[in-house]
């Protein structure tokens, strides 16, 4: 699946918002780096498009190179340039619907982990209790109602699966109940589709895999 193209990511030293785009790469085979910087914010961020991270550098057997910025841009990237987003119209705005759904909840739960405690703890029992119970709901009667089996779109695995296992997974880390198969079944069957799925299974078992979180002294940044 994958093409002579190699791809630098540059994140912290951890998964965070950039291990979506891990993940996909990982499974269509793309050769990649993870690429830290260390001297952040007072030299590395003047020097990166719009000044934030994640950024993904994609460089071809010539050695050209086109530069990407912000989670969402690069995800659909990578899904459109390796076959993993809709297949028409419809099903492309479709599944943008759904992966926004994905990285707003994703990133509501950044923003309640990020507190110190005890707030963190307060909240995150808010965004169990409420945000992520409708969430959960949408998601299940949006399965349900489209007859969704073994993924969110047929039978092929898309962007928006990797996007609902990153996302479980992630909570499932902190939480073991927030998921259970008797009250998320659609959701829980794309999750362990993903999970069983044999690249990415090798690397969730793999040292390529980065640390969950780590405590960053320049930014303060856990996910």
């Excluded at 499974?27 to 590395?44: E, M």
């Excluded at 259970?180 to 990415?200: F, Q, S, T």
């Excluded at 969730?204 to 303060?220: A, E, H, K």
């Amino acid at each position: 699946m994958a093409d002579d193209c190699t791809y630098d990511i540059y994140f912290y030293k951890f998964r965070g918002r950039a291990e979506p785009i891990r993940l996909l790469l990982e499974y269509v085979g793309a050769k990649y780096r993870n690429l830290h910087p260390i001297d952040w914010p007072s030299d590395f961020k003047s020097r990166i498009p719009f000044g934030s991270l994640p950024v993904i550098v994609e460089k071809d057997k010539k050695g050209n190179e086109f530069r990407l910025v912000n989670p969402q841009s690069i995800i659909r990237y990578i899904a459109n340039k390796y076959n993993l987003a809709g297949s028409n119209l419809h099903e492309t705005a479709l599944m943008d619907t759904v992966s926004y759904s994905y990285i707003e909840a994703y990133e509501q739960f950044v923003k309640a982990w990020s507190q110190p405690n005890p707030m963190k703890k307060e909240l995150l029992e808010k965004y169990y209790t409420n945000e992520l119970a409708q969430f959960v709901q949408y998601h299940e009667g949006f399965l349900r109602d489209n007859k969704c089996k073994n993924f969110y779109f047929g039978d092929k695995m898309s962007y928006v699966d990797i996007l609902c296992f990153h996302f479980m997974d992630r909570l499932l880390e902190v939480r073991r109940d927030v998921f259970v198969p008797a009250k998320c079944p659609h959701l829980w069957n794309i999750y362990e589709n993903v999970r069983k799925n044999p690249k990415i299974q090798d690397y969730l078992l793999s040292p390529r895999r980065l640390p969950l979180s780590l405590n960053d002294r320049q930014t303060g940044r856990t996910c």
